[in-house]
C-alpha cells in the first residue's frame, strides 16, 4: 500500500514541476510583481483589516518568493504534499484511497495555473500561496479537532467520566476558538474548516457525549460573521460569510469557471466528512489488486489532464511577460529577437514593445512595418484586457510620458493593489522627476521587500548621484523621448496605446530620434497631412543619405517618380483588384510578397485594435 | 502544586517585562555635534497642545542606535529603539501636564561608528490652550479616478485610536463603485454632520440631531447635488456649492492633474423640509466653496467670473484656459429668520493680483479667515504652488500665515473650536501625499511652527499609501457606527424639493468685480 502512496506522491510531484516553473516559468515570475511583501507593522495591519487577512499576508509573505520561480514552486509543492498527507490521515485515506487525496490539491494546482490574463485584475495579492494554505490549516485543524474528539470516544467505554467531559469541554472551546480566530485569521477557510468539523464529528449513532456536533458547529458558522461583522468596515454584510472566497469579477461579469477548484474543494471536504466515518476509503473503493490498479491509472490520468487543460497556455499571454520584463530591463534586442519568435499574431501590447525596442536600437524607419505592427485583442475570454492594466504605465514611462506612468501606476494600484510592479515604476517616476523625497518612499518601501533591497538601493544610487543616473541606459531610453517645454493638460481616456501614438504624430519633435518617431507614428495612423508635416521636419534635421527603409517606401508614395519596387507592388496590387478580388483578400496575396514594406500597411491595414 | 507555583511566577515575570517601559542609559560619553538631528516627523521647535498623543519620532541620522532625553522641570525621561523614539503614553501625558505653558527640552545622542555623538537640543513648546480631542479625515490614496477604497476616519489625537466613521467597502460591490466625501459637521459636535455618498447608493447622508436620513440633493433646477457643504452654526440649514467638475492630467508639470469646474452655483439645503433653494447662480460665475462666519450672518464663498469664448466644449476650453480661472473671496449677509440672502460683496480681490483663493474658514471668534491661495483654480491640493493665507476681518489686510507654508501644496486650513490651533493639510512630506499639519495660533494672531500628526509608529507615514483630505476638528466622537450609516446608505434618498427664491446679485458681469465692496 505504501507504494501507491509513492506512486500518487511522485507522479504529482512531476506533475506540478512540469506545471510550474517548466511551464509557467515567466508567468511565476510575473507572479511575484504583482504581488508584494513588505516587512512591517503598517502593511501587516493593512492586511488585518478584513478577516482572512492573515492567510493574505502570508500569502503575499511565500509569493515574493516566485523571484525564483523554482524556489516558490517547491514551497507550493511542500504545501501540497503536505496537505495530501494531513488529507489521507484525516479522513483515513488508506490504500489506494490515497489517489482521492489528489483532488483538492490538484484544484490547487489549476486555480494557479488558469488565471491567464485575471493576473492583472486579482486583488487578493497572496492568492498564489493563500488558498493553499488556507487548505492545508483547514485540513490541520479539522485533524486536531477530530483528535479531541476521538478521545471522548474512547473514553465513554470507561468510567472516569470527568476525563470525558474534560475532553468534551476542550472540543467544545476548540470548535468555538477555531470558529473565531479561524474566521478572524483566514476568512472563509476558517469557517468552512467549523463547518467540516461539525459534520465529521456528527455520529449516526448518538452517544451520552457526543452525537451532534453539526449542531454547534452551524451555530458558529451562522452567529460568528454575523457577530465580527460590527467590528470590521471592509465588506458588506451579506459577503461576511465568504470573505476571501476567491470570485473572479469584472464588472458585472463573473468568471465562475476559476472558482470551480475551490467548489470542488468545498465539496471534496463536505463529501470527505460525511463518508469518512467508514474509516477506510480503500475497503470501500474496491479490493481487487487489478481494480486497484485501474482505479490508481484512472485518478492519475485525470488529475494529469484536468491541470493540463486549466492551464492559460496562449502564447501571446507569455511572451507578453517576457517582453515586459525585457523593456523595464532595457534589454532591447532580447524584445526583438522575442517578438519575432512569435509575430504572426502578437497582440498589440507586443506590438508597442516592439515599437519601444526599434526606437531604442534606432531602427524604427527601418524595421517598424517590416515586423508585424498590426496587433490583436488579447485572448482572454469574457475578461476584457486593458492595455493601460497589463502595459500601460511601462509603455508610457518608456516613451516619456512619465507623469502618466506615475498615474497609472497608481490608479492600478487603487484598483488592484499596490505590487512591487507598481512600487518600482512609482519609484523610477519619481527619481525621473526628482522628487526626491517621495523617490525615497517609494525606494524604502522596496527596501523592506526580500527580494528587491538590491534594486532599490541602485535607485538611492542614482539620486545621491546623478551621473550614475545618466549612465543608466533607462535614462538613456526615456531622455530623448521626453516632451520638452512644460507640457500641456490632456486626457489619454484610458487608451495608452491611441494615446501614446497620436501623442508622437502630432508631436512637435525636439531632436531627431523624436523625428523619426514621430513620421513612423503619423505614418501608422495614416494622415497624410500629418506625415507630410512630420516629413518635413524630419528632413529639416536629417540628411538625405542613410534615410531609414519606410521612411523612403513613403516618400516613394508621395513622389511622383516611383522606384521600380513600389511600381511593382502597385501593378501587382491593381492587377489582383482587376480580377474582381476585395482589398482583403489582395492584401492577403500580396502579403507573402510585401509584408516587410509600409506600402502594405498603407494599403490594406485600415484599422488597428485598441482595448 | 510546585508546578503551579513556577508556571505563576513565569507569569508574572513575563508580565513585568511586557509592562516595563524601555528607558535607555543616556551614554557616558559622547561626542557633540552643534546642528539639531534630522528626525521625522519634524518636531524641533514646534508648539504642542498639553493634550496631544506621544511626539513618536524616528532618527534620520547615521547610525545604528539612538537615545532622546525629554526633560522639563527636573524631570527627565528617555526612550529610545534603535533609530526610533516611542514614547510611553502615561508618561507622555504627565511630562506634557507638567510642561504645559512651558516647554520640553529634548537631546538626542546617536550611536554612530565610532561612539555616540550628541545632538543640538531642540525644544518642544506646549502652549495653555487643549486642542479639540478629535478629528476627522478622508483617507483616500492619491488617484486621480479610480477609488476602490475610500473611509472616512476619525482619530483621538490625545491618543493613537483611529476608527472608520465610514467605509465604501461596506456597501460597495465590484461593479458599482462608491466615492465618499466631503464630511461635515455643525459647530465642532457630531450630532449634526454630513457626508456625502456618490456612484452606488448615491446621496447625501444627513445626521441630524443623532438620527440619519439619506438624501438626494439633485433637482431639476439645480446643476448637480451638494457638494462641498457648510453647516450653518445655529439654524438648520446646510450651504453647498453645485459643481460640474472635471479632471484632466499634465504631462509633464509636477501638479499632474487639474481638477476644474466647468460650471457651479451655490444652493441653501433646509434639514428639517428637505428643500433647497438658490443662493447664487450666476451665468459668468463659477461660485465654490461656501463657508458661514462663526455668528452665521454672512456666509463667505469663492467665485470666479469666467465667460466661455466657445460655446461647444465647455470642458475643453477650460482644460486649455485652465490657469486663467482665478477664484475671489465674496460674501452674502444672511437673514437667519427669514432665511434669505443679501446682495454679493467682494471681500478680496485676488484675481487682480493673478491669484486664485479656495477653502475660506473663519475663525470661531470672526478675527480672521484662513484660506488657500495659489496661481489659479480651486483644488489646491494638487498645486504645489498654494499656500495658506490669512485674513484679519476687521481690516481685510491679508497675508501669507508665517511658519505653516511650505514649497509643496498647503490646502484646506481649518480652526480648532478655540480658535487657538490651526490644521491643514500638506503635501511638505513627499509631495504627493497630504497629511494633517497642526500649528499653535497665538493671542497675537501669529502662527507657530506647523507639526504632523503624530503617529504610534514615526515611520508610519513612509509604508502609508493614503491622503488625509479634508481634516476637520471635532469636540467629540462619531458615535454612529460605520454599519449603521452602511444599513441608511444602502437605502432610497429622500429626494429634496426645489423652492424657487430671489436671488440677488451684485456681481459685475465683465470684470467679476463687485459693485458693492465692503468698507475697509
Known amino acids: 500500500m505504501k507504494q501507491i502512496q509513492i506512486i500518487v506522491t511522485v507522479v504529482f510531484t512531476l506533475l506540478a514541476i512540469i506545471m510550474l516553473p517548466v511551464m509557467n516559468y515567466s508567468y511565476l515570475y510575473a507572479v511575484q510583481e504583482h504581488s508584494l511583501f513588505i516587512s512591517g507593522h503598517t502593511f501587516m495591519m493593512e492586511k488585518l483589516s478584513v478577516p482572512g487577512g492573515l492567510l493574505e499576508w502570508i500569502g503575499c509573505y511565500c509569493t515574493q518568493f516566485f523571484y525564483y520561480p523554482w524556489l516558490g514552486s517547491a514551497m507550493l509543492i511542500i504545501i501540497w504534499l503536505t496537505s495530501l498527507c494531513v488529507t489521507a490521515k484525516t479522513f483515513h485515506l488508506n490504500g489506494i484511497g490515497f489517489c482521492v487525496g489528489l483532488i483538492p490539491i490538484c484544484a490547487l494546482l489549476c486555480s494557479i495555473i488558469d488565471l491567464g490574463y485575471w493576473l492583472y485584475y486579482i486583488n487578493n495579492l497572496g492568492y498564489w500561496f493563500s488558498e493553499s494554505i488556507g487548505y492545508l490549516i483547514l485540513i490541520i485543524s479539522v485533524f486536531v479537532f477530530s483528535k479531541l474528539v476521538e478521545k471522548t470516544h474512547r473514553l465513554q467505554e470507561g468510567e472516569e467520566r470527568w476525563r470525558d467531559i474534560f475532553y468534551l469541554g476542550c472540543s467544545s472551546g476548540f470548535l468555538v476558538v477555531w470558529s473565531i480566530l479561524g474566521y478572524i485569521a483566514f476568512g472563509w477557510w476558517g469557517l468552512l474548516g467549523s463547518l467540516v468539523m461539525g459534520i465529521k464529528e456528527t455520529s449516526t449513532k448518538p452517544s451520552p457525549y457526543v452525537s451532534l456536533w453539526i449542531l454547534p458547529s452551524l451555530a458558529c458558522v451562522c452567529v460568528v460573521p454575523s457577530i465580527l461583522y460590527q467590528f470590521y468596515t471592509h465588506f458588506r454584510f451579506d459577503h461576511a460569510w465568504f470573505v476571501g472566497f476567491p470570485i473572479f469579477q469584472q464588472g458585472n461579469f463573473v468568471d465562475w469557471k476559476l472558482s470551480v477548484p475551490f467548489f470542488v474543494i468545498i465539496a471534496f471536504v463536505l463529501t470527505m466528512a460525511i463518508i469518512s466515518r467508514w474509516h477506510c476509503m480503500e475497503n470501500s473503493i474496491c479490493k481487487k489488486k487489478s481494480a486497484r490498479f485501474v482505479t490508481l491509472c484512472v485518478f492519475l490520468g485525470i488529475c494529469i489532464i484536468i491541470p493540463l487543460n486549466c492551464n492559460f497556455s496562449d502564447e501571446n499571454f507569455h511572451s507578453e511577460l517576457r517582453l515586459y520584463r525585457a523593456v523595464e530591463e532595457c534589454r532591447w534586442q532580447d524584445v526583438i529577437d522575442e517578438f519575432e519568435e512569435h509575430q504572426d499574431s502578437p497582440t498589440q501590447q507586443m506590438v508597442m514593445c516592439k515599437n519601444l525596442a526599434l526606437i531604442n536600437l534606432g531602427l524604427l524607419g527601418e524595421k517598424m512595418f517590416a515586423l508585424n505592427n498590426n496587433g490583436v485583442v488579447p485572448n482572454s475570454g469574457k475578461l476584457k484586457v486593458s492595455m493601460i492594466v497589463t502595459a500601460g504605465s511601462l509603455l508610457y514611462y518608456y516613451n516619456g510620458l512619465v507623469n502618466y506612468a506615475y498615474r497609472w501606476a497608481i490608479e492600478n494600484e487603487v484598483k488592484h493593489g499596490l505590487s512591487v510592479k507598481q512600487l518600482k515604476m512609482l519609484a523610477r517616476c519619481a527619481v525621473w522627476k526628482d522628487e526626491v523625497a517621495l523617490a525615497m518612499k517609494y525606494i524604502t518601501m522596496l527596501r523592506s521587500t526580500t527580494f528587491y533591497k538590491k534594486w532599490a538601493k541602485q535607485r538611492e544610487k542614482m539620486i545621491a548621484n546623478i551621473s550614475d543616473y545618466r549612465d543608466n541606459p533607462e535614462y538613456n531610453a526615456v531622455?530623448?523621448?521626453?516632451?520638452?517645454?512644460?507640457?500641456?493638460?490632456?486626457?489619454?481616456?484610458?487608451?495608452?496605446?491611441?494615446?501614446?501614438?497620436?501623442?508622437?504624430?502630432?508631436?512637435?519633435?525636439?531632436?531627431?530620434?523624436?523625428?523619426?518617431?514621430?513620421?513612423?507614428?503619423?505614418?501608422?495612423?495614416?494622415?497624410?497631412e500629418l506625415i507630410k508635416y512630420q516629413l518635413e521636419n524630419y528632413y529639416s534635421r536629417h540628411s538625405i543619405e542613410n534615410v531609414p527603409k519606410h521612411i523612403l517606401e513613403i516618400v516613394d508614395i508621395y513622389n511622383e517618380n516611383h522606384t521600380v519596387g513600389y511600381q511593382k507592388f502597385i501593378l501587382d496590387y491593381q492587377t489582383k483588384l482587376g480580377k474582381g478580388h476585395t482589398l482583403g483578400e489582395v492584401g492577403k496575396t500580396l502579403k507573402p510578397l510585401y509584408r516587410t514594406t509600409y506600402w502594405w500597411y498603407y494599403y490594406f491595414v485600415n484599422d488597428f485594435a485598441t482595448y | 502544586m510546585e508546578k503551579i507555583k513556577y508556571l505563576v511566577v513565569l507569569l508574572l515575570a513575563v508580565c513585568m517585562i511586557g509592562c516595563s517601559n524601555n528607558h535607555p542609559e543616556v551614554p557616558a560619553n559622547y561626542v557633540s555635534n552643534d546642528r539639531v538631528p534630522n528626525i521625522f516627523p519634524e518636531y524641533t521647535e514646534v508648539t504642542i497642545p498639553a493634550n496631544i498623543a506621544p511626539m513618536n519620532f524616528a532618527v534620520r541620522e547615521v547610525g545604528d542606535n539612538c537615545v532622546a532625553r525629554f526633560s522639563c522641570k527636573g524631570r527627565e525621561l528617555t526612550?529610545?529603539?534603535?533609530?526610533?523614539?516611542?514614547?510611553?503614553?502615561?508618561?507622555?501625558?504627565?511630562?506634557?501636564?507638567?510642561?504645559?505653558?512651558?516647554?520640553?527640552?529634548?537631546?538626542?545622542?546617536?550611536?554612530?561608528?565610532?561612539?555616540?555623538?550628541?545632538?543640538?537640543?531642540?525644544?518642544?513648546?506646549?502652549?495653555?490652550?487643549?486642542?479639540?480631542?478629535?478629528?476627522?479625515?478622508?483617507?483616500?490614496?492619491?488617484?486621480?479616478?479610480?477609488?476602490?477604497?475610500?473611509?472616512?476616519?476619525?482619530?483621538?489625537?490625545?491618543?493613537?485610536?483611529?476608527?472608520?466613521?465610514?467605509?465604501?467597502?461596506?456597501?460597495?460591490?465590484?461593479?458599482?463603485?462608491?466615492?465618499?466625501?466631503?464630511?461635515?459637521?455643525?459647530?465642532?459636535?457630531?450630532?449634526?454632520?454630513?457626508?456625502?455618498?456618490?456612484?452606488?447608493?448615491?446621496?447625501?447622508?444627513?445626521?441630524?440631531?443623532?438620527?440619519?436620513?439619506?438624501?438626494?440633493?439633485?433637482?431639476?433646477?439645480?446643476?448637480?447635488?451638494?457638494?462641498?457643504?457648510?453647516?450653518?452654526?445655529?439654524?438648520?440649514?446646510?450651504?453647498?456649492?453645485?459643481?460640474?467638475?472635471?479632471?484632466?492630467?499634465?504631462?509633464?508639470?509636477?501638479?499632474?492633474?487639474?481638477?476644474?469646474?466647468?460650471?457651479?452655483?451655490?444652493?441653501?439645503?433646509?434639514?428639517?423640509?428637505?428643500?433647497?433653494?438658490?443662493?447664487?447662480c450666476l451665468k459668468d460665475e463659477l461660485e465654490v466653496f461656501p463657508t458661514w462666519d462663526a455668528d452665521g450672518n454672512y456666509l463667505y464663498f469663492c467665485s470666479a467670473h469666467w465667460e466661455y469664448l466657445d460655446t461647444i466644449s465647455h470642458e475643453s476650453e477650460i482644460m486649455h484656459r485652465y490657469n486663467e480661472v482665478l477664484y475671489n473671496l465674496y460674501r452674502k449677509s444672511f437673514n437667519a429668520k427669514t432665511h434669505e440672502f443679501g446682495p454679493v460683496e467682494l471681500v478680496y480681490d485676488a484675481a487682480s493680483k493673478h491669484r486664485s483663493v479656495s477653502l475660506p474658514r473663519v475663525s470661531p471668534d470672526n478675527k480672521y479667515m484662513l484660506f488657500a491661495e495659489g496661481d489659479f483654480g480651486c483644488f489646491h491640493v494638487w498645486h504645489p504652488h498654494a499656500d495658506i493665507y490669512i485674513m484679519d476681518m476687521a481690516t481685510q489686510e491679508v497675508r501669507k500665515v508665517e511658519n505653516i507654508n511650505s514649497s509643496e501644496s498647503e490646502s484646506y486650513p481649518t480652526w480648532s473650536s478655540n480658535g487657538r490651533w490651526i490644521m491643514f493639510g500638506s503635501r511638505r512630506d513627499d509631495g504627493n501625499f497630504t497629511r494633517a499639519y497642526i500649528a499653535y495660533f497665538d493671542k497675537?494672531?501669529?502662527?507657530?511652527?506647523?507639526?504632523?500628526?503624530?503617529?504610534?509608529?514615526?515611520?508610519?507615514?513612509?509604508?502609508?499609501?493614503?491622503?488625509?483630505?479634508?481634516?476637520?476638528?471635532?469636540?467629540?466622537?462619531?458615535?454612529?457606527?460605520?454599519?449603521?450609516?452602511?444599513?441608511?446608505?444602502?437605502?432610497?434618498?429622500?429626494?429634496?424639493?426645489?423652492?424657487?427664491?430671489?436671488?440677488?446679485?451684485?456681481?459685475?458681469?465683465?470684470?467679476?468685480?463687485?459693485?458693492?465692496?465692503?468698507?475697509?
Open chain 1, 479 to 528: 531622455s530623448p523621448l521626453e516632451i520638452s517645454g512644460d507640457g500641456e493638460l490632456d486626457i489619454d481616456n484610458g487608451q495608452c496605446m491611441e494615446y501614446i501614438i497620436s501623442n508622437y504624430a502630432y508631436l512637435i519633435p525636439q531632436n531627431l530620434v523624436q523625428c523619426e518617431v514621430a513620421v513612423c507614428y503619423a505614418m501608422m495612423l495614416k494622415d497624410d
Open chain 2, 79 to 280: 526612550y529610545g529603539d534603535g533609530k526610533n523614539v516611542i514614547i510611553d503614553e502615561d508618561e507622555w501625558k504627565d511630562l506634557l501636564a507638567e510642561a504645559k505653558g512651558g516647554e520640553i527640552k529634548v537631546e538626542v545622542f546617536v550611536h554612530e561608528k565610532d561612539g555616540w555623538k550628541a545632538y543640538k537640543p531642540f525644544k518642544m513648546y506646549v502652549a495653555e490652550e487643549d486642542i479639540d480631542p478629535y478629528i476627522s479625515y478622508r483617507l483616500i490614496k492619491p488617484s486621480y479616478v479610480a477609488y476602490e477604497m475610500l473611509s472616512m476616519n476619525q482619530r483621538n489625537i490625545t491618543n493613537f485610536e483611529e476608527k472608520d466613521i465610514y467605509n465604501n467597502k461596506l456597501v460597495q460591490t465590484e461593479a458599482v463603485g462608491q466615492c465618499v466625501n466631503c464630511h461635515s459637521y455643525r459647530n465642532f459636535k457630531t450630532d449634526n454632520m454630513q457626508f456625502h455618498m456618490r456612484q452606488g447608493f448615491g446621496g447625501t447622508m444627513i445626521v441630524y440631531n443623532n438620527s440619519i436620513k439619506k438624501i438626494d440633493l439633485k433637482t431639476d433646477s439645480t446643476i448637480s447635488a451638494g457638494v462641498y457643504p457648510a453647516w450653518h452654526p445655529t439654524e438648520d440649514v446646510i450651504a453647498y456649492s453645485t459643481n460640474k467638475t472635471g479632471q484632466s492630467f499634465h504631462t509633464k508639470d509636477k501638479a499632474k492633474i487639474e481638477v476644474k469646474d466647468t460650471e457651479s452655483d451655490l444652493i441653501l439645503y433646509d434639514v428639517k423640509t428637505d428643500e433647497v433653494s438658490n443662493i447664487s
Open chain 2, 444 to 520: 497675537h494672531g501669529n502662527a507657530h511652527k506647523a507639526f504632523e500628526l503624530p503617529q504610534k509608529d514615526p515611520n508610519f507615514y513612509t509604508f502609508q499609501g493614503r491622503s488625509y483630505n479634508r481634516p476637520e476638528f471635532m469636540i467629540e466622537p462619531v458615535l454612529i457606527t460605520p454599519q449603521e450609516f452602511a444599513e441608511v446608505a444602502k437605502q432610497e434618498p429622500i429626494h429634496a424639493t426645489f423652492k424657487s427664491t430671489k436671488v440677488s446679485s451684485n456681481i459685475d458681469g465683465s470684470t467679476g468685480a463687485s459693485i458693492q465692496q465692503i468698507n475697509k
